[in-house]
């Protein structure tokens, strides 16, 4: 599989909107499920949000419901995650990743990290007072 690529981050206003993208190269932004993660410093790698291969089912942390909405575009190999009201605690550096295929889509197994095949290598976010 061939490593995604996330961009769009950088430094943002409390209260403020980034749009993060992740390129999916080949069949990987067409059939698979992606899940985006995020690190902040000293803390471990959180599940985010997680969007099915023809965007039909999505999931979200309860931390970020309301505010962020995960989308792709198949045909751009792009997923997206729109992410609004921004917060302090919304600084961290964020991942997508590629399901493995075949799992069921459920929230179990959108949030399990070990489920996913193929990573970004982070895109940070930061997020001033």
């Known amino acids: 599989q061939s490593r995604l690529v996330e961009s769009g981050g950088g430094l943002v206003q409390t209260g403020g909107s980034l749009r993060l993208s992740c390129a999916a190269p080949g069949g990987t932004g067409t059939t698979y499920a992606i899940g985006w993660f995020r690190q902040a410093p000293g803390k471990v790698r959180d599940s985010v949000a997680a969007i099915s291969w023809n965007g039909g089912e999505t999931y979200y942390a309860d931390s970020v419901k309301g505010r962020f909405t995960t989308s792709r575009d198949n045909a751009r190999n792009t997923i997206y995650l729109q992410m609004n009201s921004l917060k302090s605690d919304d600084k961290a550096a964020y991942y997508c990743?590629?399901?493995?295929?075949?799992?069921?889509?459920?929230?179990?197994?959108?949030?399990?990290?070990?489920?996913?095949?193929?990573w970004g290598r982070g895109t940070q976010v930061t997020v001033s007072s």
């Open positions: 990743a590629a399901l493995s295929p075949g799992l069921p889509l459920t929230t179990a197994t959108m949030t399990r990290q070990d489920n996913y095949i193929t």
